[in-house]
């Protein structure tokens, strides 16, 4: 499995400052907890760079077989207020998932480092999330069969974006998140697929 960056290595020209409150950790003595909510989905739409190189059946998607182009493929709406969550099921190699900004726009086989890591936050495959610069391991992978879910929360202040883990929250999150932001997933690899839902979370 091929990762955008190897396990531990930064970005070899991030073009952002190094921001030492991009990642935190809540001030919490326990390690991670499970919540429940109500979810109620919005209408959203993928916006596949190129059908060549993906296969969608409803809200799975996976990538051909006829080569191993890399897909972003980023999901409307735009997200400006509210609290919404962002899940995907890997059901087999998914790279990476996390948001973009509202301006960006991915072409073919473009992975979403492209788009620079000052526009993106990345959770990649090996667990490593990473935001301006900063990285964090969080010690979940995208084994086959996780479900990662991303909370983003546009209200807050500052805004914010919260990782689960087949519904365990994880310790780490995000702030510094742009006014308008995208959802994506990247998949790259021969066979690979990964199943995404969109839900408006109600807290």
């Known amino acids: 499995m091929s990762y955008i960056n190897e396990p531990g290595q930064r970005p070899k020209t991030p073009t952002a400052q190094r921001s030492t409150t991009a990642i935190g950790r809540p001030k919490s003595q326990s390690q991670s907890q499970f919540i429940s909510f109500t979810e109620n989905t919005i209408e959203h739409k993928a ?3 190129t059908y060549r190189d993906i296969e969608q059946k409803g809200e799975t998607f996976g990538h051909r077989d006829e080569n191993m182009n890399h897909s972003t493929i ?3 709406p735009t997200i400006k207020c509210g609290i919404i969550k962002f899940e995907v099921q890997n059901l087999k190699q998914l790279e990476g998932v996390g948001i973009a900004d509202g301006s960006v726009r991915y072409g073919p086989n473009e992975n979403p480092n492209k788009a620079g890591w000052e ?4 959770y990649s495959s090996n667990g490593y999330v990473t935001h301006l610069g900063d990285w964090i391991d969080t010690n979940y992978q995208l084994v086959t069969g996780i479900r990662l879910a991303l909370e983003l929360n546009m209200d807050a202040k500052p805004r914010t974006l919260t990782f689960f883990v087949n519904d365990m929250e994880l310790l780490d999150y995000v702030i510094d998140i742009p006014p308008s932001v995208r959802f994506w997933a990247y998949i790259s690899m021969d066979s690979c697929w990964t199943r995404q839902m969109v839900k408006l979370s109600e807290l």
């Open 74 to 76: 980023l999901f409307d």
């Open 119 to 122: 526009n993106i936050v990345c």
């Open 47 to 49: 916006l596949v760079p």
